[in-house]
């Protein structure tokens, strides 16, 4: 029986996806310059791919076009940090929400936290970390919902990849992953956006507390209720 050949990704692709894995990696810092001839020469292609490529990540947000300094890796700062988890903060949970209550299969969210576990370096751990969150909200039942929020997933990557370079904190959002997993699964939709909630907000609190980033009080409004609830006040 003949075997279809697989396709070869074209060059572009080709440098697209690594330059991406060396900046989300850390390898690539940002601010650094990205020059098309050095660029080409390691990839073993043309200029073409090359800028091509650049020129996608750029419309992205991985990288910036300036007339005067060129192409360079983008800058990750306090601003930044709260755009890109502004737009989680208000899209993700939601479409975690939306994804448990028509009990979509969580199946990918499972396998990319049991890889994250067992990762031997931060580049896998960083890639199945990543999968892991898209793993929950693209199933929510809206193609929109879920491009949107793959638009801000390499910024989003780009801002943590700076985050645990200064301050690694591996196991605990490892720990929170679990925890979202788990009411996910448990069908507890509401409680599964909550933790959600809580988790990317008190990550980037951490990592840039500057960014002046505090939990609305609609998020703690339900918990609040309980706590009255149980103590008779309500």
Avoid at 81 to 108: F, H, I, M, T, W
Avoid at 176 to 184: D, K, N, V, Y
């Amino acid at each position: 029986m003949t075997s279809v050949p697989t396709p070869i990704p074209s060059r572009t692709q080709y440098v697209l996806e690594e330059i991406k894995r060396r900046i989300l990696t850390g390898r690539l810092t940002p601010g650094q310059a990205l020059v098309e001839t050095d660029l080409a020469a390691q990839f073993g292609v043309s200029k073409t791919p090359v800028r091509e490529a650049l020129k996608t990540l750029a419309g992205t947000g991985l990288v910036v076009m300036s007339q005067y300094k060129g192409v360079t890796v983008r800058m990750v700062d306090a601003d930044m940090a709260r755009e890109v988890y502004d737009v989680r903060l208000l899209l993700e949970p939601e479409a975690l929400k939306r994804a448990v209550k028509r009990g979509a299969s969580l199946d990918a969210a499972r396998e990319a936290l049991t890889r994250a576990d067992e990762a031997d370096d931060t580049a896998e751990r960083s890639l199945a970390n990543r999968e892991f969150h898209r793993a929950l909200y693209l199933p929510c039942g809206n193609p929109l919902l879920g491009r949107m929020l793959d638009e801000v997933r390499d910024q989003a990557a780009l801002v943590s990849a700076v985050a645990w370079a200064a301050d690694p904190s591996w196991e605990r959002e490892a720990s929170e992953h679990r925890e979202i997993l788990r009411l996910a699964l448990g069908g507890d939709a509401d409680g599964a956006a909550r933790a959600l909630h809580a988790h990317i907000a008190s990550f980037v609190r951490r990592a840039f507390p500057e960014a002046g980033f505090e939990t609305p009080a609609t998020q703690d409004a339900p918990q609040a209720q309980e706590a009255q609830e149980e103590d008779g006040q309500a």
